[in-house]
C-alpha cells in the first residue's frame, strides 16, 4: 500500500492528528488535521478503508476496477470516453 507516513501528514499540517486509535496503523483508522493561517483554513479528514484496485492497459478502455470491502461494500468499474481520445 503506499501512502504517507503519518509524521509526513503531520509536517505538511503542522499539527498532530487526532482521532487516532492506539496500536493501529493511520491508514486504518480515522485521523484528522487542521491547520489555520491568518484568514484561510484547511481541515483534511482520512478515513481508513480496505479494498482492491485493479489497474486495466489504456487499450482496452477501461476504468480500473475498485472493490471496497470496509468500512461497506462498493464496486466501482467502466469504460471512459476519455481513454478513447
Request: glycine share 6%.
Amino acid at each position: 500500500m503506499k501512502h504517507p507516513e503519518l509524521y509526513e501528514l503531520e509536517y505538511l499540517f503542522e499539527c498532530e492528528a487526532s482521532g487516532i486509535e492506539a496500536g493501529i496503523p493511520w491508514a486504518y483508522c480515522l485521523a484528522k488535521f487542521s491547520l489555520l493561517r491568518e484568514t484561510r483554513s484547511i481541515e483534511f479528514e482520512s478515513e481508513g478503508t480496505e479494498g482492491l484496485k485493479v489497474d486495466f492497459d489504456e487499450e482496452n478502455y477501461v476504468l480500473p476496477l475498485i472493490i471496497y470491502t470496509k468500512p461497506q461494500i462498493e464496486i466501482a468499474w467502466g469504460t471512459s470516453l476519455d481513454l478513447q481520445r
